[in-house]
């Protein structure tokens, strides 16, 4: 079966996949992408190692074999449903992030059908915002933001505005 006709599926993102996303590692540059270890995530209480923030932001995405390809979190905000988007780095690259991207897009939809969708993006991850843009995603901003190591860098906030004709 043709990698780009992949299909995808959310659900609730269960310790044990917290762990797996945990162990993933991406090669430069994208390395940033990177989590802190599982004990860790969890000895800190933060994002998807907090019990609470895990079942009401975060989901994983599996593919159609019910393996592991990522996760999402539906970061919320007035009026507007935040994404956050991360694929399993083996995937990344092989013409998956369209598919994958519409999926999370879809959920996002089905929680608050009036939420403006968005995101935020690296400017020079020309990789992530090419999958953003065929997924229906446009840049509507860009500024200057800190990173999780501290170091204020460029983004992009991209608006889904609807799958391009």
Known sequence: MDQTMSSFRIVPMEE???AE????????PYDIYSWLPWDQMKALDVEFGNLAIRAEQYVS???EA??????????????VTRLGIGMKPDLCGHGLGERFVRTIVEEAR???PDNQIDLEVLTWNTRAIRAYQKAGFVIT???????????????YC?????LPE
């Open 158 to 162: 991209m608006v889904h505005k609807g």
């Open 16 to 18: 044990p996949h917290g």
């Open 110 to 112: 089905h929680r608050k």
């Open 61 to 63: 995405v599996l593919n």
């Open 66 to 79: 019910d393996e592991l390809a990522g996760f999402a979190q539906y970061f919320p905000m007035e009026g």
């Open 141 to 155: 901003d860009l500024y200057e933001k800190m990173t999780p190591g501290g170091v204020s860098k460029p983004f």
């Open 21 to 28: 996303i945990c162990t993933w590692r991406y090669d430069s």
